[in-house]
């Protein structure tokens, strides 16, 4: 069960596929029943929704009621909407990524305690491409509540994966996440990672820091300690100031790696409004860095909403 903001079409679609799929004994205790969702309750807002589309799906294709889906309906009609709730996708591999999220899109003065579109459309696109990353160290740059690296973490085996975030809350909100997913945290996301053999790395699960960064005031020392191979970021393109300081920090990047090969980084976002893009790409001619739209992958794994434009842009720093 794919659990999302509670939106029409996210709704339709998985309750279409339910009832397509599912016989009426196992309706329950594959989505509202099921361990996960038991285990990390979704929002009491999402499960309403998601429980009326389902019993009237049902209704409309069965002549027996479910008493189940009955009783789950009764029990979150009454609940209260805590201001924290979870998350959780299915990955291609069985796996799943569960997340704690606000439920408020904007909490404690920042909108990184939720996840984006865009971040779901780039953990899909690299989910495609897994070779970006396996092997590699990934820093990623606003890492919100962290489904996207969590993501990867989990399917294409990176060497070390570097979540970052300048918000108090928002780290200790990610810090949480990661230990969620059962990944182990290190202290020190500027260690050097210790390579064994040709440059490869056997463990199972990658090594998972996270980090404070300022991109107003982070070095290019500093910078150049994380070592990254790769560099990613989803929706941090949401106003000319935080565009102007991404330049900044992508700059000083490129600049300190005179004696390695420069990462690549990959930047999605959902477009909004059009000169906010456009901006976005203009500052970067203005200081070198070239660029190129990622093609359409064909995967859709995650619910988010279709209508939107989301592209990720490919700069070679």
């Known amino acids: 069960m794919f659990q999302a903001e509670p939106s029409s079409s996210s709704v339709l679609a998985i309750t279409a596929f339910i009832s397509v799929?599912?016989?009426?004994?196992?309706?329950?205790?594959?989505?509202?029943?099921?361990?996960?969702c038991v285990k990390h309750p979704p929002s009491v807002k999402y499960a309403r929704c998601f429980l009326s589309e389902l019993i009237r799906k049902h209704e409309a294709i069965h002549a027996e009621p479910l008493d189940e889906l009955y009783e789950a309906l009764a029990e979150v009609l009454t609940a209260e909407e805590p201001t924290q709730c979870h998350r959780s996708y299915l990955l291609p591999s069985g796996d799943s990524v569960t997340l704690s999220e606000s439920t408020a899109i904007v909490s404690h003065g920042t909108t990184g305690l939720v996840t984006w579109n865009a971040a779901l459309y780039l953990a899909e696109w690299a989910i495609e491409n897994p070779a970006v990353f396996t092997h590699r160290t990934v820093l990623e740059l606003?890492?919100?509540?962290?489904?996207?690296?969590?993501?990867?973490?989990?399917?294409?085996?990176?060497?070390?994966y570097v979540f970052s975030d300048c918000h108090s809350r928002v780290l200790k909100q990610l810090q949480g996440n990661i230990l969620l997913?059962?990944?182990?945290?290190?202290?020190?996301?500027?260690?050097?990672?210790?390579?064994?053999?040709?440059?490869?790395?056997?463990?199972?699960?990658?090594?998972?820091?996270?980090?404070?960064?300022?991109?107003?005031?982070?070095?290019a020392p500093e910078l150049a300690a994380f070592q990254p191979d790769i560099v990613i970021a989803a929706d941090v393109l949401y106003c000319?100031?935080?565009?102007?300081?991404?330049?900044?920090?992508?700059?000083?990047?490129?600049?300190?790696?005179?004696?390695?090969?420069?990462?690549?980084?990959?930047?999605?976002?959902?477009?909004?409004?059009?000169?906010t893009c456009q901006m976005f790409t203009t500052e970067l001619g203005h200081v070198g860095i070239p660029w190129e739209a990622v093609p359409r992958h064909d995967q859709k794994l995650f619910p988010y909403e279709e209508h939107s434009e989301t592209v990720i842009l490919k700069l070679t720093l």
């Open 21 to 36: 799929w599912l016989s009426p004994i196992s309706l329950a205790w594959d989505t509202v029943k099921h361990p996960l």
């Open 142 to 160: 606003g890492s919100g509540a962290g489904f996207t690296g969590l993501a990867i973490c989990k399917m294409c085996r990176p060497r070390a």
């Open 181 to 219: 997913n059962s990944l182990s945290l290190e202290p020190d996301a500027t260690t050097p990672v210790q390579h064994q053999g040709h440059d490869t790395h056997n463990s199972e699960n990658p090594r998972v820091t996270v980090a404070l960064l300022d991109w107003d005031t982070v070095t």
């Open 240 to 275: 000319p100031e935080t565009i102007l300081s991404l330049v900044g920090l992508l700059q000083r990047l490129s600049a300190c790696q005179k004696d390695q090969r420069a990462p690549d980084a990959y930047v999605a976002f959902t477009i909004r409004n059009p000169e």
